[in-house]
């Protein structure tokens, strides 16, 4: 008989998407009842599956090594109850396995030692990431529409409270704090300074943060703006009049900000390194010798002609001709090749995988239907207008709605219509970009040179004459391209021609230093 450990885990935003508990120990216990399993013990964890560092699990691990051989199974729901994070998963396998220890997943079984099934496994591991990026880019949409729809998102700003208007929906209104924001921007107004301002509020009372300060003196909310981000960055954006009830007059606000610019002192910040074309694997690359960052500079010959190089401030021994350098990673990744099988696999699962998100989704004519709906109530909102029906303050409010409204629907048709393609044809490039690699690398800018060998080397390397080591190769990249030996190395130890994996990347001390 068979005996195992049961883990059932849920994060905290899980609860109520049927991830709970009690449902995925019911799962697992049935099927040992039904396999004829003897449960050693039980656990269960609400934690983030990003990693391992969780508390439940490092008390498995820990069990499993004070009764090592007295446990064959470890088992779970779903692969992303275990993990979702790729690179440790397949290192913690391992560990497991040492244990006498195999992981299985009731709902989506895999013989892990056929080495096909490791891809599929990285197919099971990232889709749930996939999913929580697409959800991410949703709510930040809403978030942005409801902005645009001069509503305030999150906790109200000093001076306000967080509320509801008559539809239900979140407002911010004036508090009991509101006659001190009013205060301030009389003070300032006054040519005070914020510290002067600041002791003055203080001898009746009301003490504020230096930097809340700050943010209360410089933020347009109070002139009933409500900032709205530009699509897909933290900076940046446009301001909309927000539905809420200002606190200061325009007029006023603005010559606060005149006198707050004209004693303000811009500090000279260093400007960071800028990126060299010249020199794309700078920050990529570790000492030979004493285990250090190169750094890179180009030299100018007698000649005149600029020379670049890779090389160590630190020691000062390697000092590596960027040129050759450059050649050597050509000749490193061009010792990646894609397998064929896997691929066809590879593309077969993820098309499968697809089709069924696919029937989860709104309909697409749902959606043009509420398209619709909302793009004929504002025709008839400037019909209104225009007949006199409404006045002017009532159709900047309404129409702030609905084209909020139209956006959102706008957006999610976009998705609907491209969320499906978008991941064909990321696969598409993806695999043609490895079968091609060489070729891709050599035409593309410095940048995307710098970006390729850092998603398929995630750890710096360490280069020498006979080729380089690294503490981790990209493992979805090693499985597509080496499927054939699963993580079987090669001869001499290595994985990928010229590529030593390593588990300390620091010098050995036998190796020479290499000049390249």
């Known amino acids: 008989m068979k005996r195992a450990i049961l883990m059932a885990r849920v994060s905290s935003d899980e609860q109520a998407k049927g991830y709970s508990l009690d449902i995925q120990v019911d799962k697992l216990s049935s099927h040992c009842a039904r396999e004829g399993i003897q449960i050693i013990n039980t656990y269960r964890e609400d934690h983030s599956a990003?990693?391992?560092?969780?508390?439940?699990?490092?008390k498995i691990l820990s069990e499993l090594k004070a009764i090592r051989g007295k446990v064959d199974l470890l088992l779970v729901t779903t692969w992303d109850r275990f993990s979702r994070n790729v690179t440790e998963s397949y290192a913690v396998l391992d560990t497991l396995k040492q244990l006498g220890v195999e992981v299985q997943a009731i709902e989506q079984p895999l013989d892990l030692s056929i080495p096909e099934n490791l891809l599929i496994l990285g197919v099971y591991l990232n889709l749930p990431d996939i999913d929580n990026r697409r959800r991410s880019i949703k709510i930040t949409e809403g978030v942005r529409a409801a902005a645009a729809a001069g509503r305030w998102q999150g906790k109200a700003p000093y001076g306000y409270r967080n509320a509801r208007d008559e539809g239900n929906k979140p407002i911010i209104v004036p508090s009991d704090k509101a006659a001190v924001v009013k205060e301030i921007y009389s003070q300032l107004a006054s040519g005070r300074s914020q510290a002067e301002v600041r002791e003055v509020l203080k001898k009746k009372g009301v003490v504020i943060p230096r930097a809340t300060f700050s943010v209360i003196a410089r933020n347009r909310v109070y002139i009933g703006e409500i900032h709205v981000r530009q699509g897909g960055g933290k900076t940046g954006g446009y301001y909309v009049?927000?539905?809420?009830?200002?606190?200061?007059?325009?007029?006023?606000?603005?010559k606060v900000q005149a006198l707050l610019?004209?004693?303000?002192?811009?500090?000279?910040?260093?400007?960071?390194?800028?990126?060299?074309?010249?020199?794309?694997?700078?920050?990529l690359l570790l000492c030979e010798n004493c285990g250090r960052n190169l750094t890179g500079s180009a030299s100018r010959s007698h000649t005149g002609d600029r020379h670049y190089y890779y090389h160590c401030n630190n020691c000062k021994t390697q000092r590596l001709r960027a040129e050759q350098t450059h050649d050597m990673m050509l000749e490193i990744l061009s010792g990646l090749k894609v397998n064929s099988p896997a691929k066809?696999?590879?593309?077969?699962?993820?098309?499968?995988?697809?089709?069924?998100?696919?029937?989860?989704?709104?309909?697409?004519?749902?959606?043009?239907?509420?398209?619709?709906?909302?793009?004929?109530?504002?025709?008839?909102?400037?019909?209104?207008?225009?007949?006199?029906?409404?006045?002017?303050?009532?159709?900047?409010?309404?129409?702030?709605?609905?084209?909020?409204?139209?956006?959102?629907?706008?957006?999610?048709?976009?998705?609907?219509?491209?969320?499906?393609?978008?991941?064909?044809?990321?696969?598409?490039r993806g695999i043609h970009m490895l079968e091609n690699l060489p070729v891709f690398y050599q035409k593309s800018s410095g940048q995307t040179k710098r970006d390729v060998v850092g998603s398929i080397f995630p750890e710096k390397l360490v280069l020498s004459k006979n080729g380089c080591r690294t503490q981790k190769i990209n493992e979805a990249v090693l499985l597509?391209?080496?499927?054939d030996k699963g993580f079987s190395k090669k001869e001499k130890g290595q994985l990928l021609p010229n590529v030593e994996l390593s588990n300390q990347v620091a010098p050995t001390g036998i190796e020479p230093v290499s000049g390249v």
């Open 480 to 483: 597509i391209a080496t499927t």
């Open 241 to 254: 009049k927000g539905l809420h009830q200002p606190l200061i007059e325009t007029d006023v606000f603005e």
């Open 50 to 58: 990003k990693n391992f560092n969780r508390p439940e699990f490092k």
């Open 261 to 283: 610019q004209g004693n303000y002192r811009v500090k000279q910040l260093a400007k960071p390194k800028a990126f060299c074309e010249e020199l794309p694997l700078r920050g």
């Open 344 to 428: 066809k696999l590879y593309e077969a699962m993820v098309k499968k995988l697809l089709q069924k998100r696919k029937t989860e989704t709104r309909p697409l004519a749902s959606i043009q239907a509420d398209l619709q709906q909302v793009e004929t109530r504002l025709q008839t909102l400037d019909d209104n207008l225009m007949d006199k029906v409404i006045d002017a303050a009532t159709y900047a409010s309404v129409k702030s709605r609905y084209s909020a409204q139209l956006q959102k629907l706008q957006t999610e048709l976009t998705q609907q219509g491209s969320s499906q393609s978008e991941f064909q044809q990321f696969l598409k």
